[in-house]
């Protein structure tokens, strides 16, 4: 019988450190904006989860979708303006 298991050598020819590189850490840093303003609108909406939502609570969601739309607005258009090198004209 043949055995299927991977080679130990291979597996581990690099180690993993657990912690993340400086292009995720620049990555997240971008993204950041976008993530706290996710992290509202969802503090927004827990908060009128076992309750009917009155008008402020209304007003307090719909400031949070506009935050949020606004932040993946600025994000899309930042990733868009940045210019890739060798790439098409």
Do not use: H, K, Y
């Not at 503090?43 to 949070?64: F, G, K, S, V």
């Not at 899309?76 to 090198?85: D, E, G, I, K, M």
């Amino acid at each position: 019988m043949t055995s299927i298991a991977a080679l130990q050598a291979v597996v581990t020819a690099t180690p993993f450190d657990g912690e993340p590189t400086n292009a995720e850490l620049d990555a997240i840093e971008a993204e950041m904006p976008a993530i706290l303003a996710d992290i509202v609108l969802l503090d927004a909406q827990i908060m009128t989860i076992d309750r009917t939502p009155n008008e402020l609570d209304q007003q307090r969601i719909r400031r949070a979708r506009r935050r949020v739309l606004a932040a993946r607005r600025d994000l899309a258009n930042r990733a868009a303006t940045l210019t890739v090198p060798g790439g098409a004209a």
